[in-house]
């Protein structure tokens, strides 16, 4: 571990000493929410700048937006993908940017935290517990109500999904307005959502029916990459795509690529290249099955509501697994090849039988 890894160990380490119980033992219990439509401006903080992390607030976002129809949100985030993100979110009023490098750009960070002060909220958000920059924003803000993130200890022994890191701030967030007056909810939570419009969704079709020349077969989706000790090896992927091309013969199997314009299969399956999320979502959105591990991509397949197979080695399964519509996360330590086939052709099977409906 190089020197400047540690030190940034040691400041995550001390600053969450210093900030975790922040807000905890202040809870305004003389202060009764009224009137649901008294609140007009909400601050959602969630200083984190990567993809999957902010595709995994959306839930969130749509729960506050439905709950407060009239409010308009600012987003405390970090970096520059946020805007883009959360572009067709019509309650999304500023995005809050922290710099990426606070050190190199001071005086930007300090203009950061001066807007949130200068700001009066109605309400104020941090979204994961564990975050001191998220911890601090929420006690500096100008906020009449002031939420840290916190569990009130019940709601994991009953939720069975609570550990899910898109779901947990929101059964959070519904305990603390019941502590307000509100009423109970017990609403299935939202899905990721990137909110594509029709003209993404189009042109996704368009760059998939280029990549595949247009026939007919369904198609199954590959992400191959993954950061880190998240990136399975490139003799697993060849195994597996072995595996796959056997099984589906008759169905178009394609490969996204990252960033950094790399394959773990050595480009053997027509791919796709793009630098933007949006553009790589609308493509998304037009395949049957999205195969991948742990990474912001596998939550971008899911917030184009496109089932998503998540293959975990490293990460926690129940804290990042996709959900929703057929989708699941798979332990490969655990499970066989054999295993994950039948999952797939349960997905597939499923799809088929949707389109078929339609059909009919």
């Known amino acids: 571990m190089g020197v400047l890894k540690n030190i940034n160990v040691f400041r995550r380490s001390l600053m969450r000493n210093l900030t975790k119980n922040i807000g905890k033992s202040n809870f305004q219990r003389d202060i009764v929410l009224v009137d649901k439509n008294e609140i007009k401006r909400i601050l959602i903080c969630r200083p984190n700048g990567r993809l999957g992390n902010l595709l995994l607030i959306t839930p969130l976002v749509q729960e506050v937006t439905e709950i407060f129809p009239n409010c308009k949100v600012d987003l405390f985030v970090k970096g520059t993908l946020a805007p883009i993100i959360f572009q067709n979110y019509d309650a999304i009023d500023k995005i809050i940017d922290l710099p990426k490098k606070p050190f190199k750009d001071l005086v930007k960070y300090a203009k950061v935290w001066i807007s949130i002060k200068r700001q009066k909220y109605d309400i104020a958000i941090n979204v994961d517990q564990n975050s001191s920059s998220g911890r601090l924003a929420v006690q500096f803000s100008n906020a009449k109500y002031k939420f840290f993130g916190d569990s009130d200890g019940e ?196 799809g088929k039988l949707k389109i078929y409906s339609k059909a009919v």
Not at 167 to 175: E, I, L, T
Not at 288 to 311: E, K, R
Not at 312 to 337: A, H, M, R, T, W
């Open 155 to 350: 709601i994991p022994s009953v939720k069975k999904d609570y550990d899910h890191i898109a779901k947990y701030p929101v059964y959070n967030f519904r305990s603390y307005l019941t502590k307000l007056g509100l009423e109970k909810s017990n609403k299935i939570i939202a899905p990721l959502d990137l909110k594509l419009s029709l003209s993404e969704f189009t042109q996704g079709k368009k760059d998939l029916d280029k990549l595949i020349n247009s026939n007919s077969k369904r198609t199954i989706c590959l992400f191959t990459y993954a950061t880190g000790t998240k990136c399975l090896p490139e003799i697993w992927w060849e195994d597996f795509y072995k595996a796959l091309k056997k099984e589906y013969k008759d169905y178009n199997i394609i490969e996204v690529l990252p960033i950094e314009n790399v394959s773990q299969i050595a480009f053997q399956a027509p791919s796709f290249y793009s630098k933007d999320i949006r553009e790589i979502g609308g493509l998304i959105a037009n395949t049957d099955i999205f195969i991948g591990a742990d990474s912001g991509m596998m939550h971008l397949s899911s917030s184009v509501q496109t089932p998503t197979v998540g293959l975990f080695s490293v990460s926690e399964l129940k804290k990042y697994e996709p959900y929703d519509n057929c989708s699941v996360g798979v332990n490969i330590i655990k499970q066989s090849k054999k295993d994950y086939l039948k999952i797939i052709n349960k997905i597939l099977n499923i």
